[in-house]
Each structure stands twice: as structure tokens, then as C-alpha cells.
């Protein structure tokens, strides 16, 4: 789990983006593997529960970066939504 992300949110995230925060402290971590071995670990209901509360707001991160333009604060989100579709992949191959 990522340690060095601050407790809150940064201060120009929307509210459904702050939101999550939670989430993204949880999820968001840059290194590709270290986040796969993050999801790997995961329980079935855990990775769930990120796919169903992160896939909805998957365009909404996009404007967020976009609008930041993948400013450093703002990375950890998009860290999120690759954790988001990524445990999507990993539902469907222990389906």
C-alpha cells in the first residue's frame, strides 16, 4: 500500500474524485508490479468492490488529469484507474 500519499486528498479534487481518496491511498501505486502484486493478493470481494465503486468515475479521473495536466499530485489517480481496470482483468481470470 502506497505510505507516502497524504491523508487527504488533494485540495483541487472534485468531490467525487475526494471522494475516494481512501481508494487511492489503498491503490494508486506507480510501479507496475508492485501494483499487480497488490491486486494478485486481493480477495475477490475487495477487487469487486474497487471495480464497483472506481469504474463509474473512470471518465471523471481522465478530466482530472487532463484538467492538471497529469500534474504530480494528481498522478495517483490515474495509478487508481490503472488498479481499477486491472483488477477488472483479474476478476475475469478467476471467473
Known sequence: MPTLLPDEPPADAPPALAAIWPLVRR??????????????????????????????LLPAINEYLDATGDAEHAVPYGDLAQAILEAETELRRRS
Open 27 to 56: 491503490w494508486a501505486e506507480g510501479d507496475d508490479a508492485v501494483r499487480f502484486a497488490l491486486v494478485e493478493a486481493a480477495g475477490v470481494a475487495e477487487l469487486q468492490s474497487l471495480v464497483d465503486v472506481g469504474r463509474p
